[in-house]
């Protein structure tokens, strides 16, 4: 069964700072893997999209790596804004031959003014 | 932009009472899907749905959970007998499907959500 790990949690930065959020799955069978954003109480927003043959995905300040093999993808997050506060979640589509995504439990985003 | 919605944002109901939540797509997408999200936990899968018929389904998908699109637009939730377990963000997403390209390729749209509250 395909577990996602989203590591840290929490992350509180200065506004202006670089960061890195990551997620590791399990399973390494997976057909792509999706990052989204979550604000309080609402639904998903999907940020990027990074299909199993790539390498990593660029939406403006935001740089999604994915190393399959090792099971692991980094979300950079380049010259944080107070208005980037928000839960970040990873999710795996496939793994065990399944075309369901699989998510993580998040990383909750604090950008300080 | 094309998205898709989901109606009611909120619905509050009795334990033992039936619920249907409603999505509808975007329009020219194949595959549907539910998934929920309990407070404070992880996003999880429901189900999927593809040709009028359910493609793949979690465990939390029992015989008190059905899907249905009665026409061309909606795709319903439906839950015989809630139980304040259920009681969840439930969130709707569709892909393109063979439109877009194989389905493993997709990216999922997702609705904002319902919340479903059983007292």
């Known amino acids: 069964k395909q577990e996602v790990t989203q590591i840290p949690a929490a992350l509180s930065v200065p506004e202006g700072e670089n960061l890195v959020l990551n997620c590791s799955f399990t399973?390494?069978?997976?057909?792509?893997l999706q990052w989204f954003r979550q604000d309080p109480g609402k639904g998903l927003t999907s940020l990027l999209l990074i299909q199993s043959s790539q390498r990593e995905q660029t939406s403006g300040r935001l740089n999604a790596s994915l190393d399959k093999s090792s099971g692991r993808s980094t979300l950079y997050i380049a010259a944080s804004q107070p208005g980037d506060s928000a839960t970040y979640l990873c999710a795996v589509l496939g793994g065990a031959g399944s075309y369901q995504l699989t998510f993580g439990k998040g990383t909750k985003l604090s950008v300080i003014p | 932009e094309p998205e898709v919605t989901q109606t009611p944002s909120h619905q509050v109901t009795q334990m033992g009472q039936e619920v249907i939540l409603r999505c509808v797509p975007i329009s020219n997408h194949l595959y549907f899907y539910w998934y929920r999200q309990i407070l404070g936990q992880k996003v999880e899968f429901l189900v999927s749905?593809?040709?009028?018929?359910?493609?793949?389904k979690s465990e939390i998908f029992d015989d008190q959970f059905s899907v249905e699109r009665p026409d061309g637009s909606n795709f319903t939730l439906k839950i015989r007998s809630t139980k304040l377990e259920d009681s969840a963000m439930y969130f709707c997403a569709s892909i393109p499907g063979l439109a877009g390209g194989p389905r493993a390729y997709n990216e999922q749209f997702f609705g904002p959500g319902t919340r479903l509250t059983v007292l």
């Open positions: 399973d390494s069978a997976i057909y792509n």
């Open positions: 749905f593809y040709n009028n018929e359910i493609s793949e």
